[in-house]
């Protein structure tokens, strides 16, 4: 069985998304968190080392960071077809957006809406949103997805950014399109459902 701590409209969400495009059997369990405006607490039964979502407990394992947790469903549920398999030529252009999300693509945008977005040694190291937006821009122009003619976790990732903060994905119909293809999926619907508590 599969639990997920979960925080309505938080990168849970996304998770929330993600479990639904599986088919999976999880339990998901609703916690309070900080947040960005000050609202909320850190909740002592969510079993994130900083108390934060997402947070997947399988079996006896405890897994964090959304692309992690992307990576590690995706592998358990191979028959969904949602993320190329060890062997498969697209793997490793699989890993490297889950990776490059988690490792460029936030940060990025976290340095953007903190008006960091022009620091020097920042941009030596991650470069900035004009190359981030270069290179969804490249994928995408070979769509419709980013690897091509499949879906996966890693455009799972991309549009709940997207659907969050618009902005800091590039402008256009292209990638318009693209955020309107990936949110018309059925699961996005059945997980928004289960977002809050009832
Ligand atoms: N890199 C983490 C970030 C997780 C994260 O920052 N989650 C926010 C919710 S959107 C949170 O739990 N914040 C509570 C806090 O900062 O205490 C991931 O992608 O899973």
């Known amino acids: 069985m599969l639990r997920l701590h979960h925080a309505p409209r938080s990168r849970s969400s996304r998770i929330l998304w993600l479990l639904e495009e ?6 998901v369990v609703y916690t309070d968190i900080e947040r960005q405006d000050g609202s909320g607490a850190e909740d ?15 079996q006896d394992a405890l897994i964090t960071e959304s692309a992690a947790i992307v990576l590690y469903l995706t592998d358990l549920y191979p028959d969904a077809d949602l ?8 793997r490793g252009e699989y890993l490297a957006w889950l990776f490059y999300y988690s490792g460029v693509i936030e940060p ?31 994928a995408l122009r070979h769509g419709p997805y980013l690897l091509g003619d499949k879906f996966t976790g890693a455009d799972l990732l991309v549009a709940s950014l997207g659907a969050w903060a618009r902005q800091m994905l590039p402008t256009g119909t292209l990638v318009d399109d693209y955020l309107a293809r990936c949110n018309s999926r059925p699961a996005v619907k059945t997980a928004f459902a289960k977002d809050s508590p009832s």
């Open 22 to 27: 599986l088919g999976a059997d999880y339990q």
């Open 108 to 138: 990025v945008v976290t340095f953007e809406s903190a008006g960091l977005g022009e620091n020097p040694a920042l941009v030596r190291t991650f470069r900035g949103k004009a190359e981030m937006e270069r290179r969804l821009l490249d």
């Open 44 to 58: 002592d039964a969510n079993p994130h080392p900083d108390k934060k979502v997402p947070a997947l407990v399988h």
């Open 83 to 90: 993320g190329p398999r060890p062997g498969d030529p697209r």
